[in-house]
């Protein structure tokens, strides 16, 4: 079992490595991390989605990236977080009005 166990250890510990990265880069980059996030598509339209670090739902997953449908365009494009700072206080309220499939 020492051979066998120390492969699933290893694993184990990739794994985790994996999940934690994405909440990691996000927060030392002054993203928030989770929950119901402003996003911008390649477009340029900014909407609020849910973004549960490491996992998708509603999207396909390519690293950084998500390709998810645009409700605002009614486009299919990847799309990633926004620094809230980064937005005026009426861009932030028209992407709180805009939003994206709520989960059931």
Not at 12 to 33: D, S, V, W
Not at 35 to 52: A, E, M, P
Not at 79 to 102: F, G, H, I, N, Q
């Amino acid at each position: 079992m020492g051979r066998a166990g120390s492969k699933r250890r290893r694993r184990r510990g990739l794994l985790i490595a994996g999940l934690l990265a994405e909440p990691l880069l996000m927060l030392a980059r002054g993203y928030p991390i989770g929950g119901n996030l402003i996003v911008r598509c390649r477009r340029g339209h900014l909407y609020t989605t849910l973004w549960i670090p490491s996992f998708s739902v509603k999207a396909l997953r390519l690293g950084w990236w998500r390709f998810q449908r645009c409700p605002v365009g009614h486009h299919w494009s990847f799309v990633t977080p926004v620094k809230p700072a980064e937005l005026s206080d009426d861009d932030k309220r028209l992407a709180r009005e805009r939003r994206d499939v709520r989960l059931p």
